[in-house]
């Protein structure tokens, strides 16, 4: 089978339920938005970036170990087993330690109140760390209907108690106080609890999924192997620095903002939920680019062992970069659609969206990229890439969130992946060369930008022009790409 074909059916397979469930989730923002302040939607923001953090400590580069470990021709069998042993004693260890020390976590935090948060969050990191493994074998095993079906009823599971609890059962109190059936949700639903029921949700969708992986997780009967833990550990460690960098650049900003902003803590926590709310409306960028890694990172390691597998990346990041591209211009020619899909008092953050959906395009072209110290053995240059974007995110936060807001957090994020990008590509030409479309890559990024810049001249123009002429550039785009593009399309239609 031509490989961009079976990229493209793996991408749509594997990443049509993770599309429909961000989607999804991505329309809880207005309702979060519009049901809590700015201030509360902080913590939710704040909370998540924890659990980031957390969870790419908690798993370890595993996965990746996982993938590479399994994928050989000299595989042992008992690759499963020895990452599920792992991992469930890593698990184990970190639950316990999180549900003693709770209440001293959350007066650390700042939730003195709330020692709830963190119990559910322990749980809620726990179940998903389990999880990882048993997603990765189905996605290499090629069982994309049951990955999908259990990604599928992890996401109805998540949104449906979130609108149970935040949008049914204060509507039933409300209007229904005296009925029977109100008795009931009174017995199950608490007004307090507000933003907890966000955490609430997640963590019921987190143990449902957990159950129904559980199958995958002990019918095999291979015992771990201690000596093939220790080749695994020792690929996986510069993958879990890579990683805890790497979620420094992510999520840095959103845990450091509250202390640099000037002004009360309400006032700091109010413009950290802004710019929480406004981080997500770039969602679908980071949606194309996680659908993407969830297909790219098996197939990558499945090209290698084919003819020439330079070219089939080289064309990869050609095509991605293309779609990237076209998701930025179909966001910011229309964000002031976008935007309402937040609540009227976020609407003033718009301003970080292009700047963060460029930083987020960096960061796929990195993915990309990275392939060349995955199948050269060499992470320890992937850790050491991200412990460098990890010092531009430190440095740049510190120097611009106290002059600029949460308008300098968003440039750190952008000069962190724009580096992190570039190093990338100087140390795989030496270690791994791949023949990259440069010259294609500036000739689009510079017409897409140009676009977007033609679009501001109508800024203030009326709705029926703004909106017309915005259809108007992205159809000047497409038919841009058709056209360079068109001996490539015929060539590969031919092949197919």
């Keep these: 089978m031509n490989p961009f074909r079976k990229l493209a059916g793996q991408t749509a397979i594997y990443g049509l339920p993770t599309i429909a469930g961000r989607l999804l989730n991505y329309l809880l923002v207005p309702l979060y938005t519009r049901a809590f302040v700015p201030a509360e939607y902080g913590v939710v923001t704040e909370v998540y970036a924890y659990v980031a953090f957390l969870f790419v400590l908690l798993t370890y580069g595993m996965e990746t170990a996982f993938f590479r470990f399994a994928s050989r021709e000299e595989q042992n069998s008992n690759v499963f087993a020895t990452a599920m042993a792992s991992l469930g004693v890593t698990s184990t260890l970190f639950t316990l330690a999180g549900l003693i020390f709770a209440p001293e976590i959350s007066a650390w935090m700042g939730y003195g109140n709330h020692p709830e948060y963190i119990r ?143 002004g009360t803590a309400t006032e700091a926590m109010a413009q950290l939920g802004i710019y929480g709310a406004c981080y997500k409306v770039s969602i679908l960028m980071t949606l194309f680019i996680q659908t993407y890694r969830y297909a790219a990172e098996p197939f990558f390691f499945d090209q290698a062992r084919g003819r020439h597998p330079q070219d089939t990346y080289a064309r990869m990041m ?68 991200s412990v460098i974007g990890a010092g531009i995110t430190l440095l740049l936060n510190f120097l611009l969130i106290p002059p600029f807001g949460y308008m300098g957090a968003a440039w750190a994020t952008f000069a962190c992946y724009a580096s992190m990008m570039v190093i990338s590509y100087f140390l795989g030409r030496k270690y791994y060369p791949v023949n990259y479309n440069l010259a294609g890559a500036a000739v689009y990024t510079i017409s897409a930008l140009s676009l977007y810049g033609l679009s501001l001249l109508v800024q203030t123009a009326g709705r029926l022009i703004r909106y017309g002429s915005s259809a108007f550039l992205l159809l000047v785009f497409l038919t841009f790409v058709a056209y360079r593009e068109s001996k490539v399309f015929r060539r590969l239609i031919h092949k197919a």
């Design 120 to 262: 559910w969050f322990i749980l809620i990191l726990a179940t998903d760390a389990l999880s990882t493994i048993p997603y990765a074998k189905l996605r290499l095993d090629n069982r994309p209907l049951r990955f999908a079906l259990i990604k599928i009823v992890n996401i109805g599971a998540n949104i449906s108690f979130n609108l149970f609890f935040i949008l049914l059962c204060p509507y039933l109190l409300a209007n229904y106080p005296e009925t029977g059936f109100a008795g009931l949700i009174g017995r199950i639903y608490n007004p307090e609890t507000g933003i907890g029921y966000i955490f609430i949700s997640n963590l019921i969708a987190s143990l449902l999924t957990f159950a129904l992986l559980l199958p995958d997780m002990l019918h095999k009967s291979i015992k771990p192997d201690p000596a093939l833990l220790k080749k695994m550990l020792a690929y996986s460690w510069p993958l879990l620095i890579f990683g805890m960098a790497g979620i420094v650049n992510e999520t840095f900003d959103r845990v450091i903002l509250k202390h640099l902003l000037p």
């Design 318 to 385: 050609h095509y991605f970069l293309i779609v990237c591209l076209f998701i930025f211009l179909s966001i910011m020619l229309f964000i002031d659609v976008v935007m309402l899909f937040v609540g009227e008092a976020y609407r003033e953050g718009a301003r970080v969206v292009p700047v963060l959906l460029f930083a987020n395009l960096f960061l796929g072209v990195f993915y990309n990229l990275s392939i060349w110290f995955k199948l050269t053995d060499k992470t320890t240059y992937g850790a050491l890439i």
